[in-house]
């Protein structure tokens, strides 16, 4: 079946920029998005990208895609405390079922 | 508008045991999921549905069952309790926004002794 993976953790200082990085299997995935789950609490969405684009841009957030590679990333500029939780990749395929394929998560660290 | 809710917020079964999951949800969403969360592996699909009436299998549906009797509800239930089943649940709700985005419950914490 269809895959997308992610790196586990990541820690930056307050004030540097982060990237968080997936790649993903899926050849006829259209949308492409970026969940953030805060301790003890549902995910929620951040940003997502079609796939005819290659950025997108939205306040701190940038979102890349390389369909050639199937691979994404997402650079949050000027890293705050608050943005320390869990980031979660996910994929929509083609198809009418809706289902989205989650990557692992990577945990974002925020140091002061 | 309370979005998407669950309940119970937690709960601690014996093996062997039953229980239902409920998940509601008051934005007249036809698409509803139930995941499991796990540590180092990500959200995985349980069930889904794709409207009142309707249910199907995700990537890991051994062990539970599932109904959606009403619109806005989607029961999750597991018959006989085991240990592999604790977990964190969460339930995510889609509407019509052309970019598919799913709503997500506060999630329901299982452990299964």
């Known amino acids: 079946g269809e895959d997308v993976e992610q790196s586990l953790f990541l820690s930056v200082r307050e004030g540097d920029s982060s990237v968080i990085n997936c790649t993903y299997t899926d050849s006829s995935s259209t949308y492409l998005y970026w969940y953030k789950q805060e301790p003890g609490a549902g995910l929620q969405l951040l940003t997502y990208i079609f796939s005819n684009m290659d950025m997108k841009q939205d306040q701190r957030l940038t979102v890349l895609l390389n369909k050639k590679d199937k691979h994404l990333s997402l650079r949050i500029a000027d890293t705050q405390t608050g943005d320390s939780a869990i980031y979660f990749c996910?994929?929509?395929?083609?198809?009418?079922?809706?289902?989205?394929?989650f990557g692992t998560g990577t945990l974002l660290a925020v140091q002061p | 508008n309370a979005g998407v809710t669950q309940t119970p917020k937690f709960r601690v079964l014996k093996t062997g045991q039953s229980m239902t999951l409920l998940c509601a949800q008051d934005?007249?969403?036809?698409?509803m999921y139930w995941y499991r969360q796990d540590p180092g592996m990500g959200l995985r699909l349980i069930h889904y549905s794709v409207g009142e009436g309707t249910t199907a299998k995700g990537e890991v549906p051994d062990g539970y069952n599932v109904s959606r009797l009403k619109k806005q509800n989607f029961l999750l239930g597991l018959e006989s309790a085991a240990p592999s089943q604790t977990s964190v649940y969460f339930c995510a709700s889609m509407g019509q926004a052309y970019y598919y985005e799913q709503y997500f419950g506060p999630g329901t914490r299982l452990t299964v002794t």
């Open positions: 934005m007249n969403h036809e698409y």
């Open positions: 996910a994929d929509r395929g083609g198809g009418a079922t809706n289902k989205l394929i």
